[in-house]
């Protein structure tokens, strides 16, 4: 007997997936947003000539990125509270490990744009007497801004995929969802067929979403 | 208005400059001429502290400029710099690459800045271009906008680091135009420069660079016709 593709198993499975998709999406939401200012603070940090923000933020930049995400997930749920004696939910440990994993890989995205804005736009900032900030918040960081969009954009997506790893501390996010239904109705390719499609959907649209912005900012020409 | 007393400036153990005297006063346009790698921009950016000075005494409008106690970003705002490469703000409008200086430096309110902005580009003759962006422009009209926006902030003396030397030749003249008037004008003016042309017409003194030294300095009628030196005697017969 061969096997059966059964649509039905897809459409009643869409109303619970989308209630996995609502915590996928506030988890990398949080996550980005979060992250987006750690990494922020972190590559400002690695471009500073301050010896203690650089050590502090390539602390940071290297132990994430040199460490596994589903590692750190478990480190942060299981681990830490174990060692402080206290329990922290799960959704707030997973939404602030992918804070810390996505900020570490913005902070490098963060440094590497800042990095190359021509020194020449520092000089000519400051020799009309610009302090150092009003130098990086007007001149610097609204170019630098425009050559992180298709990293950034890229980051956003693994951070969405990423969110999936949180199956492991038992977040009712989009994965989970489907590991849920199949355990009861064990339509494993259906499901896994709509979770995919799923996740495609949002990836497909974040890209969409940032090419839009990358275009609305292009400097003219 | 600049006063430059024994000036060094090192490189790592590359001695860039060798001591450095000089006095500019004001109104007074003085040209730096002399071979590439001679010191002549070191020296330029060593006056608004683009660069660290390594020993020796700058002082402008009589403050001294590496005193800690000195407002770093008044004296720069006090002098205006024009760049080889221009350096506009790619991302601003031509109007709002010369008023960001007057607002968020000088702490002007929009409307006056433009206003000081609208009049400067029309003497530059740009006030056509007032809304487009610096990549729509030629090289010629992109340093004219970086003078207008030196000039934004109304300052004392003008430093030009060799502002001709990256523009097309056809595009030379109005740049020259535009410093010929400021000259006139009366605005002490130090000047990095290949332009002997210039140097002739418009300087009250021309200092020959080179090796790090001021090696001789003169009125360019002295200084052209009757150059005392060896190296500037085999200088400008290359150049010339």
């Known amino acids: 007997m061969g096997f059966e593709f059964k649509y039905s198993v897809v459409w009643e499975s869409i109303p619970l997936l989308l209630v996995g998709v609502k915590l996928t999406l506030l988890l990398t939401l949080f996550g980005l947003l979060i992250g987006f200012f750690l990494g922020t603070a972190a590559g400002l940090g690695k471009t500073s000539r301050s010896w203690i923000f650089n050590k502090i933020s390539g602390v940071y930049i290297e132990s994430i990125r040199g460490t596994p995400l589903m590692v750190q997930v478990m480190f942060i749920y299981f681990g830490l509270p174990m060692a402080l004696n206290t329990r922290i939910p799960s959704l707030l440990a997973g939404a602030v490990a992918i804070a810390l994993n996505s900020g570490a890989y913005i902070a490098e995205i963060v440094r590497g744009a800042i990095q190359s804005i021509d020194k020449g736009q520092t000089e000519a900032g400051r020799s009309i007497g610009l302090t150092q900030f009003q130098t990086l918040l007007y001149v610097i960081w609204p170019q630098a801004f425009r050559r992180m969009i298709p990293p950034l954009g890229n980051q956003f997506i693994i951070s969405l995929k990423d969110t999936s790893l949180l199956v492991v501390i038992g977040v009712g996010e989009l994965t989970r969802t489907g590991q849920e239904i199949i355990a009861v109705n064990f339509r494993a390719f259906e499901v896994w067929t709509s979770v995919a499609l799923i996740y495609l959907v949002m990836t497909l649209s974040l890209s969409k979403i940032l090419s839009i912005t990358e275009k609305k900012l292009e400097i003219k020409a | ?240």
């Open chain 2, 1 to 240: 208005m600049i006063e430059i007393k024994d000036l060094h400036k090192n490189f790592g153990s590359l001695e860039v400059l060798k001591g450095i005297h000089l006095h500019i006063k004001t109104g007074e346009v003085v040209v730096i001429i002399g071979p590439s790698g001679s010191g002549k921009s070191t020296l330029l950016r060593c006056i608004n502290r683009l660069e660290e000075t390594t020993s020796g005494t700058i002082i402008v409008d009589s403050y001294d400029i590496n005193d800690i106690n000195t407002d770093i970003n008044f004296i720069r705002s006090e002098t205006g710099m024009v760049f080889q490469q221009f350096n506009l703000f790619p991302h601003m409008t031509v109007l709002h690459n010369v008023t960001l200086g007057p607002v968020k430096v000088r702490k002007l309110s929009r409307t006056k800045a433009k206003k000081v902005g609208m009049d400067l580009l029309i003497r530059v003759g740009l006030g056509d271009k007032a809304n487009a962006y610096p990549d729509q422009l030629s090289g010629g009209q992109k340093q004219r906008v970086a003078i207008a926006r030196s000039l934004a902030l109304n300052p004392k003396a003008m430093l030009f680091d060799e502002p001709t030397s990256a523009l097309d030749p056809e595009l030379v003249g109005e740049v020259l135009e535009v410093m010929k008037t400021l000259a006139t004008e009366g605005m002490t003016m130090v000047v990095v420069s290949h332009e002997m042309g210039f140097a002739r017409e418009v300087a009250d003194r021309v200092f020959f660079m080179d090796d790090g030294v001021i090696v001789e300095e003169n009125t360019p009628e002295m200084f052209f016709t009757h150059p005392q030196h060896e190296r500037t005697k085999a200088f400008l017969k290359m150049v010339l």
